[in-house]
Nanobody, 127 residues
Framework: QVQLVESGGGLVQAGGSLRLSCAAS????????MGWFRQPPGKEREFVAA????????YYADSVKGRFTISRDNAKNTVYLQINSLKPEDTAVYYC????????????????????WGQGTQVIVSS
């Protein structure tokens, strides 16, 4: 069982930056992939970014490339999402997710392939 706890959300002005954190429980040795998803108000949850836990390979949604950076600190069992140049449309609840299996990179953007989920952290961007 892997437990995930997100933090770092808040209210920020457009153009600002935030760093979200996702702290994983000690069983990260079993984790293969970790991802960030977000759910804007009134919309479905969507993929943002993913990273392989050991190799550190990264994957991004086209809509966030260049502004979002996913990284991990294996020693701290933590994955980060750095968000720069925030826009009002980035307003959403951001979720961290993890899974233990490598089903191929084409699955990393699909939430159904992630077994473990955090409770989410709210990001609100004011214009």
């Amino acid at each position: 069982q892997v437990q995930l706890v997100e933090s770092g959300g808040g209210l920020v002005q457009a153009g600002g930056s935030l760093r979200l954190s996702c702290a994983a429980s000690a069983r990260t040795f079993s984790v293969y992939i970790m991802g960030w998803f977000r759910q804007p108000p009134g919309k479905e949850r969507e993929f943002v970014a993913a990273i392989t836990w050991r190799g550190g390979s990264t994957y991004y949604a086209d809509s966030v490339k260049g502004r979002f950076t996913i990284s991990r600190d294996n020693a701290k069992n933590t994955v980060y999402l750095q968000i720069n140049s925030l826009k009002p449309e980035d307003t959403a609840v951001y979720y961290c997710a993890a899974d233990e299996y490598n089903r191929g990179s084409y699955t990393y953007n699909q939430e159904r392939f992630y077994k473990y989920w955090g409770q989410g952290t709210q990001v609100i961007v004011s214009s």
